[in-house]
């Protein structure tokens, strides 16, 4: 006695089921991690709204790829060719049009929406943000001025942290509250990206006379931790190390790093640089006085040997 043809069609698909469970079973990812589709973790609630654009819009995605993957192989395995005879036309079915119309006319509507209200939500900027800080831009490096900080000695110059060659600059910033980014170029374009934010802005030689949107804003950093920045736009020979560190603090230690900032250090006449500051209020791990997820490059090309040696 021979299989029925719906066994015979269920089989496949039971087969091709369990080879996707045992795939996905087989990769060791938790529940979070397999509805993340590959979108790294952010910090930021303006990362997690995209995170979640990003998971529903391949969850539409693949609801839709399951209902034209079922349609084809339902005529592969029922409408195969089994005489010369012409089958039924469908060409001007009415109902089906409309159906083939409306109903992708609404996918697209919703993931518009959607989509359009998560931009808005991550290009918000409020009227009072907690911390302002002016990101400056140049060839090959980066400057972080803290305007609403004033040195005790000089109340017209704010705090500043400025990387050199031998130093990548430390973006210091407080937990739990929100921060706004003004930036700027003294030179070329470049770009101020933060992978843990999911947001990158390029960052423009005077911006404002060239009527750029030239700011943005986090809601919050929801973690402390240590974090790798970096431009992400050609901007030169050295691009590739262009690199800067945010390091997150908890809000009581970010208040004391910039009260250490403001002041003048005993030891050497100066006022507090990050570094001193950081070793100064000694708080562990994220009081490294340097950067643990990159590290300086050389740009003086002068003291650079070809490979191979020379003289």
Not at 22 to 38: D, H, P
Not at 107 to 125: C, D, G, H, S, W
Not at 163 to 183: D, Y
Not at 269 to 285: M, N, R, S, V
Request: hydrophobic share 40%.
């Amino acid at each position: 006695m021979g299989l029925k043809e719906g066994t015979r069609a269920a089989r496949p698909a039971k087969v091709g089921g369990l080879v996707g469970l045992v795939g996905v079973g087989a990769t060791g990812c938790s529940t979070e991690e397999v509805m993340r589709f590959g979108w790294p973790v952010g910090v930021t609630p303006q990362a997690e709204a995209m995170r979640e654009l990003w998971t529903w819009s391949v969850v539409a995605a693949l609801a839709v790829g399951v209902i034209v993957w079922g349609l084809i192989l339902w005529s592969v395995a029922f409408h195969r060719k089994k005489s010369e005879e012409l089958p039924r036309q469908v060409a001007y079915n009415l109902p089906l049009e409309i159906v083939l119309v409306v109903v992708p006319t609404i996918i697209v509507a919703v993931l518009f929406y959607f989509t359009a209200v998560t931009q808005n939500y991550v290009i918000r900027e409020t009227d009072d943000p907690d911390v302002t800080v002016d990101v400056i831009g140049f060839q090959w490096n980066w400057e972080f001025r803290y305007p609403e900080h004033k040195l005790e000695d000089n109340a017209e110059l704010p705090v500043s942290t400025v990387g050199t060659p031998g130093e990548i600059p430390l973006l210091v910033l407080p937990q739990g509250r929100s921060i706004r980014f003004n930036l700027e170029s003294t030179d070329v374009i470049h770009s101020f990206f933060v992978p843990e934010f999911h947001f990158k802005r390029d960052v423009f030689p005077e911006p404002k006379k060239n009527n750029q949107d030239n700011s943005f804003e986090i809601e919050r950093i929801d973690r402390t931790g240590s974090f790798v920045g970096r431009c992400a736009e050609l901007c030169g020979t050295y691009h590739a190390v262009m690199n800067f560190e945010v390091r997150a603090l908890e809000q009581g230690d970010f208040d004391r790093y910039m009260d250490l900032r403001k002041q003048t250090n005993e030891a050497t006449g100066q006022p507090y640089t990050a570094a001193e500051a950081l070793t100064e209020l000694d708080c562990g791990e994220l009081c490294t006085p340097y950067a643990v997820t990159t590290k300086p490059f050389d740009t003086d090309r002068d003291a650079r040997q070809a490979s191979g040696g020379g003289n």
